[in-house]
């Protein structure tokens, strides 16, 4: 639940998710990503962040991993991606 956010907090997290979803391509542009890309900048708030840089940062993260092309080996199978 969102309430647990002040409204600043909530602001920025606000506009960090219009920043990033403006940056969408128009073939990613869906509810499921946006709610992916908000997922991601409601973690980064339940972990302590409260900047607007924060929140971009999250969101943009969330964007890269949506905007990653599926990696193929040579048997045309879709590789698992690797862990960090």
Known sequence: ML???DQTTMANMTAA?????NQLPADKDSHETRKQ???GIVA??????RTLEDFRTAGLEVLAEINHSPRFNW????RQPRAE
């Open 3 to 5: 309430i647990e956010f």
């Open 17 to 21: 998710l219009e920043h990033v979803c």
């Open 37 to 39: 890309i908000a997922d």
């Open 44 to 49: 980064c708030a339940k972990n302590g962040c």
């Open 75 to 78: 048997f045309g199978l879709r």
